[in-house]
């Protein structure tokens, strides 16, 4: 239970938010179309594609499709992935003109230069093994894990980044290890592999810089949120210090820590630990400055500014169900967030005008009708409906009634604490006292 004077502020703010009259006037971000080149712009490496390829997969816009698919196109010529630059050009499919076509010199160049460079891999590794030089062949087996990751073989790649595990002779060995088996396992989408090497890379706390706890952090809280564990998710998110800043940017941005830790506190913290560990945490508010609406929806919920904050929430949806890691999570973590909205609303009061709290919320009576007997449904608000005169009737417990009954309890502790007090003392004037024999 929250403080009174707590419950009388939210009381007036959620009066207030009923009010149209009474609302804050500030500007609404709007539902703008996402930002292709400033999004990709964001990311490094192979995330930066894979992130292009799943807008234009998802989107829905024939115009942003090729301009994503170009985008990585440039980006994959870059680099040496024949295989993923085939299939790029299957998908762009002749709509972008020849300068975007096939380009087999450049797809023979890059092949023939893997396999002189893979031969050259082989021979050094066998030499290596020859002379058992442990460092020397940790370095081979990880020459191979980035030559197989930068052809695309993300399997092997793993394989080869793992097998350097036997030849770590320092804990620095140990977490480097560690952080390119992570990054592999998230472009696999094998996150359990990603939780176990982030708790193993922990284990060499000596050896752990700022930055790379950040990494490490980051890592986790992608693999809390694929199995929608928000709350761990959110706590490691907010965890993440400022060291981070671009230098992870193969896997996430600032911006999407943000946007992912804030999207799951404000799903699965409670009042207290929203103010706690996100309003009034220093370093997580540097991430939430890169993302205004975040910072802003977080700031509304909070005060309990419902319409304004799921404002937000639906102006960016369009946008989050195009983020790679976060899809899948948007309609659960929205209904969480709106849930709670509804619970906290009611909260304070006793009775609740139905009208007054479907305009808070920007919706129709019947709509909040609905949402609300699923709530008290599932015991998550106590209170009945008046359908007919629209009003909500809160079920507080009896408070007389429970005060009465924990004052009897009380008197009835002290009255046997009493009693075994004044048979003890009895017991020691009487001299009824049972000693320990002692062993000679």
């Known amino acids: 239970m929250e403080p009174d004077e707590d419950l009388g502020q939210i009381a007036d703010e959620i009066y207030a938010n009923g009010d149209e009259n009474s609302q804050r006037h500030q500007p609404i971000i709007s539902g703008e179309q996402l930002d292709i080149e400033l999004y990709a712009a964001l990311y490094s490496g192979r995330t930066k594609i894979m992130r292009l390829l799943f807008i234009a997969d998802r989107c829905g816009n024939a115009s942003m499709q090729l301009e994503a ?29 020849p300068n975007y076509g096939p380009d087999p010199a450049w797809s023979d160049a890059v092949d023939r230069r893997a396999e002189l460079r893979k031969e050259k891999l082989e021979n050094e590794l066998n030499a290596y093994r020859t002379n058992l030089i442990k460092e020397s062949i940790r370095m081979g087996y990880n020459d191979f894990g980035d030559f197989y990751y930068a052809h695309g ?36 989408g094998q996150f359990t592999h990603v939780a176990s090497y982030v708790s193993k890379a922990e284990q060499s706390q000596d050896a752990l810089e700022s930055l790379t706890v950040a990494k490490l952090r980051c890592a986790a809280g992608l693999a809390n949120l694929e199995a929608k564990k928000y709350k761990l998710a959110a706590r490691k998110f907010l965890e993440v210090g400022p060291e981070l800043g671009n230098n992870y940017t193969e896997v996430i941005a600032p911006q999407d820590v943000a946007t992912y830790g804030g999207l799951c506190a404000l799903a699965s913290f409670d009042r207290a630990e929203l103010k706690s560990k996100v309003i009034d945490n220093i370093n997580f508010r540097n991430f939430l400055e890169l993302v205004p609406e975040i910072r802003e929806l977080i700031h509304d919920f909070y005060t309990s500014h419902y319409a304004s904050c799921l ?13 790679i890691h ?48 699923a709530l ?61 024999s002692r062993k000679h």
């Open 69 to 97: 698919l170009r985008m990585a196109y440039d980006e994959i010529k870059k680099g040496e992935n024949t295989q993923l630059f085939r299939e790029v050009l299957q998908k762009i499919d002749g709509r972008l003109g």
């Open 326 to 373: 976060l899809h899948d999570h948007v309609e659960t973590l929205y209904d969480q967030i709106r849930n709670k909205a509804l619970i906290q609303y009611t909260h304070p009061f006793v009775s609740v005008d139905l009208n007054m709290m479907a305009n808070a919320f920007k919706t129709s009576v019947a709509g909040l009708e609905k949402e609300l007997e």
């Open 311 to 323: 404002e937000y929430l639906g102006n960016l949806k369009a946008n989050l169900l195009l983020d």
């Open 376 to 436: 008290i449904t599932d015991n998550q608000i106590q209170a009945r409906i008046d359908s007919h005169n629209k009003i909500l009737y809160a079920r507080h417990a009896d408070q007389r009634n429970a005060t009465f009954q924990k004052v009897l309890q009380t008197g009835r502790e002290f009255d046997r604490d009493v009693r075994s007090m004044l048979l003890r003392a009895n017991l020691l004037k009487h001299e009824h006292i049972l000693r320990a």
């Open 153 to 188: 073989q993300l399997g092997e790649a793993f394989k080869n980044y793992v097998r350097t595990r036997d030849y770590c002779t320092t804990a620095k060995h140990i977490i480097h290890m560690c952080l390119n088996a992570i990054l592999v396992s998230i472009e696999m």
